[in-house]
């Protein structure tokens, strides 16, 4: 409020807010009186009309979301890489979406489900759809903290429909899966005795037995994918294997949860453990070895959780069929552990495997494993 002249008062009342661009859209209204006249008027003017836009004044609530997820990606946070790289990449999109031009203080749940439901209608996925709305509440929850905004304006919002978690291996499927592999190393073998000089024959029963290693480590620890990609022989003492280390989008650090894990594997795995290592270590300095270059510490280099993924098809294939081989099929409805735990590469650490890191599919899966 504010006079203009004598007698002449000009009271400004914001009425409503720009979906676009967040900014308040004010009404003025003249009011001929002394002050206490003019100032009735105007607290009048205001529970008529009047619209609370105090995050206005916040100093993300200004800007549009683009920017306060520019903000958010840039800031510093306690992420794995793979977290990083994975909330990048859902930035990159909301920014470009027409979500991102809207003002942060536009936002309300309304809104959020109508763009949610675009999303859906254009083909997005559970679990895309979901991981975009995960990173747009943490953004708006992280701006709250720091008082960039008053209150999330999306924190009572119902949240996104959650992918189908995946189920876990019944015991006769890890049995299956045990057979299938077991299978790959004979045939591997065979294969190996009828030409003892081809080199791809000496890499195919390397990773054969890795291959088998990799799947019963699985079973047995229940451990994550880049967890078992850091193995090395030394973290086993008798049948006592530790968990301390992970490999996040190719950088070491600790555990997911950040503590380390000491567990009695079967004394089967413990055993074909250091018998891995002992035959490769012998192998690699005879004559057959020297023809080939193949080794644990010549065939691959240094594993990755990806490449655990991808090295994985034959044992079980995809959509419960068997193999070429006679491998044994796993319903593809339960291959949580099985589709990222069945690859096996070539480095100088033990046979690499992915799991759940959950303690009781770990258990179930290891009565089978023995």
């Known amino acids: 409020m504010r006079e203009r002249r004598p007698g002449v008062w000009e009271i400004r009342v914001v009425v409503a807010n720009d979906l676009l661009t967040g900014r308040s859209v004010q009404r003025s209204f003249t009011v001929h009186a002394d002050r206490e006249l003019a100032d009735e008027h105007r607290r009048a003017l205001v529970e008529r009309f009047g619209v609370d836009r105090s995050a206005l004044y916040c100093e993300g609530a200004r800007g549009t979301v683009a920017e306060l997820l520019k903000r958010f990606i840039e800031a510093e946070h306690q992420w794995r890489p793979a977290t990083r790289s994975s909330h990048t990449s859902v930035v990159r999109f909301l920014t470009r979406d027409p979500l991102g031009r809207v003002g942060v203080a536009a936002l309300n749940p309304l809104l959020v489900e109508e763009v949610l439901a675009r999303w859906r209608a254009v083909g997005g996925s559970t ?3 979901w991981g975009r709305w995960a990173v747009l509440h943490s953004c ?8 960039m905004v008053w209150s999330n304006p999306i924190l009572g919002m119902r949240s996104s429909e959650r992918p189908t978690p995946r189920k876990h291996l019944l015991p006769g499927e890890v049995s299956k899966l045990l057979r299938a592999v077991g299978d790959q190393v004979r045939a591997a073998e065979v294969a190996l005795v009828a030409d003892p000089h081809n080199r791809v024959r000496w890499e195919g029963l390397f990773v054969a037995q890795q291959t088998r290693l990799l799947v019963r480590l699985a079973a ?3 451990a994550r994918r880049g967890e078992l990609a850091t193995l090395r022989l030394s973290d ?6 530790t968990i301390e280390r992970n490999l996040s989008l190719e950088v070491l650090g600790p555990t997911k949860t950040g503590r380390s894990r000491r567990m009695t594997i079967g004394a089967t795995t413990a055993a074909m453990l250091r018998d891995h290592f002992a035959e490769w270590e012998q192998q690699a300095g005879s004559e057959a070895c020297k023809v080939t270059g193949c080794s644990p510490r010549t065939s691959g280099g240094s594993p990755t959780p990806g490449l655990i993924c991808c090295r994985i098809g034959s044992p079980a294939p995809r959509g419960g069929r068997s193999s070429e081989r006679g491998a044994a099929p796993v319903p593809s409805q339960r291959r949580h552990t099985s589709r990222r735990e069945r690859g096996a590469p070539q480095g100088s650490g033990p046979a690499r495997a992915t799991g759940s890191g959950n303690h009781a599919a770990a258990l179930r899966a290891r009565h089978s494993a023995r």
């Open 140 to 147: 708006l929850s992280w701006a709250a903290l720091r008082g």
């Open 220 to 222: 047995d620890t229940g």
């Open 127 to 129: 679990a895309t759809v």
């Open 236 to 241: 086993l003492d008798g049948r006592v294997l």
